[in-house]
DNA sequence: CTGAAAGCGCTAACAA
DNA sequence: TTGTTAGCGCTTTCAG
């Protein structure tokens, strides 16, 4: 065991080490160029012996390349982003990329500086939350001669490429669903996050196709922070306590609508007969419930991975250079709980 | 509006734009040294229109410097890991370091894989979960010239720091919580993860706990993939179809707690009276449900503070040298599925 | 307060 | 198949 070096070991290490020149040393390290197998052997034998770690600092100065993928998302809190993440990792697996990934709270100027510091390591790709920037964000994203993946939303213009799903439909969808199953009289509930741009469409989407048909919400209620579960329940409470007369109630996630059906069970009103319930996501992690929420899959490990693809599949000849723009469409489960039963 | 640049820019093409050296343009945009106010204007001027975003590969090689702090988990599936990151990024948000993640998907050789990908880019320290890991790995570790925080668990000998909780006293409590109850008849589900250390350390701590009162285990399940709650549910049916003499079911992990939570209410079972139940973990996600889980907190984001801090704080004078190793203690909390009711 | 020179550790390009 | 040379874009150091 050799003591803990004070200076990191370098190429020039390995090469003294194993009497071969810096260049064959990298060569063998990075599979490159052709070598014979006494030197590669010498060299990798030397190498691990030292415990020689390449650096990448340097290599990616010199060859001009960065293996990295810069990913920017609003929050890890929503299990939504983990998914994402997860898709993007992987395509990103089976390649030499790396994800590295900045988290935004939400917040513009927190993007806007997220997105410079991973600029600054110049990564081979940016995979970018929502359409919506800031000014400087969006030059940034322009200027930076790498492709851009903008996803999650198509209702809207991207830099370069996207994918993902129109929130604005999906919200649309749902009240169709809705109002066929003979629900009138709609409350609504969700997140207090006026920079949620998906959540705003969505309840965009919804509220016009409402209008359409006549039909306004009649209650409405916004919570902030705390477990999404435990709100959900206290939102429906105060909600039917304060509209007694509804007969369906739309959750902008799943998590809340989740605490709402358990409410709703536990004062035994019958679901979906007298109220009927629909979240959003598609949360793997409900299935189990006592009913199963309607919901909306928002095709997030599919996005993940279609974006991945995407900064992949950048430059390789037979790539074709046009930016992509994919809309994924979400697929709505009924579940239980939006179902009118025949009265 | 510019157009595309193909070549990115570089220090010399601010330099130019303001007529300013070099040097001193880096001066500036690094806020270090006396700068007069009108070159220092000039240069900001020259920076923001040319939308000019520094090189930090280049710097880093330069000044042998990465602000980068790696940070390598099992998994970004499992909320506590998100939650340790939130707590990690809530130290370095205030500095100038930046975390890196890298997820091992709870496989040794990956995180070997990991861990040698990250060292390439010659971060400022280490942030690993867990103790275990291949001699590669933990040699790497040693010999990185950083400092390694290894966190999530204080059962073992660390390479350098270490933060996290004894899961060994934390299975050994519940087990004592539950005896002093009163229960007897003790069933245990959990995941089918021989890797993951940390359920296992729990799972001894409790058996050996239980083991010093004479009783035993009387049945047990594991499950793997699948939504947790509902594998809860089945698992709990399944177990107390087999052996419905139990009076109490301790859950590895408060989802599938959860689910078989739900699954009892749903058959009328008295909750705590006839069974007990615990799980682990004190998601707050689960904060809503019809009862409150007994669980205990894994102290997430306590964790990933005090972790950051120790990176954040290496090397600074007056800092000590030495390795620091913080055992938290986990809270117990009886929530509504571990007080016997009296007979 | 500002600038010039040298070099961080590696790889592209070329020469042998 | 192997080695040599010249940088990559920045910061350190030292001189003005």
Chains 1, 2 share one sequence.
């Not at 260049?23 to 052997?41: C, H």
């Not at 990913?71 to 939504?80: A, D, F, H, K, W």
């Amino acid at each position: 065991m050799t003591d803990r070096p004070q200076r990191p070991l370098t190429l020039r290490d390995v090469s003294e080490a194993s009497g071969v020149s810096e260049m064959t040393v990298s060569r063998v390290l990075r599979n490159r160029g052709d070598v014979s197998d006494a030197t590669r052997k010498k060299v990798l034998e030397a190498a691990a012996t030292l415990g020689y770690v390449p650096n990448q600092i340097a290599g990616s100065l010199a060859s001009q390349r960065v293996n990295l993928v810069a990913v920017i998302i609003p929050s890890l809190g929503n299990m939504v982003f983990p998914e994402v993440l997860t898709g993007i990792n992987q395509i990103l697996d089976e390649t030499p990329l790396q994800a590295v990934v900045g988290v935004t709270d939400y917040l513009p100027e927190k993007e806007e500086r997220v997105l410079y510091e991973m600029l600054s390591w110049r990564p081979s790709g940016v995979i970018i939350a929502g359409l919506e920037h800031t000014d400087a964000a969006r030059a940034m994203l322009t200027n930076a001669g790498i492709p851009v993946v903008e996803i999650m939303d198509t209702d809207g213009r991207c830099v370069d490429s996207m994918v993902g799903i129109s929130h604005r439909r999906a919200g649309a969808e749902m009240a169709r669903a809705i109002l066929k199953q003979g629900y009138q009289h709609i409350g609504f509930m969700g997140t207090k996050m006026p920079l949620d741009h998906r959540a705003r469409k969505r309840f965009e989407g919804f509220t016009e196709h409402l209008a359409k048909a006549g039909v306004e919400i009649e209650d409405r209620e916004f919570y902030s922070g705390g477990s999404a579960l435990a709100k959900g329940r206290e939102m429906t409470k105060t909600m039917l306590d304060r509209s007694p007369d509804l007969d369906f109630l739309y959750y902008s996630n799943d998590m809340i609508g989740a605490g709402g059906l358990l409410y709703l069970l536990d004062q035994g009103i019958d679901v979906p007969g007298q109220v009927g319930l629909a979240g959003f996501n598609g949360v793997e992690l409900l299935q189990g419930l006592p009913r199963q929420l309607a919901t909306m899959d928002a095709c997030r490990l599919e996005i993940g991975r279609a974006a991945a693809e995407i900064i992949r599949d950048h430059g390789q000849e037979g790539a074709s250079v046009e930016p992509h723009k994919i809309t994924l469409t979400p697929k709505l489960s009924l579940g239980d709980t939006l179902r009118r039963r025949r009265v």
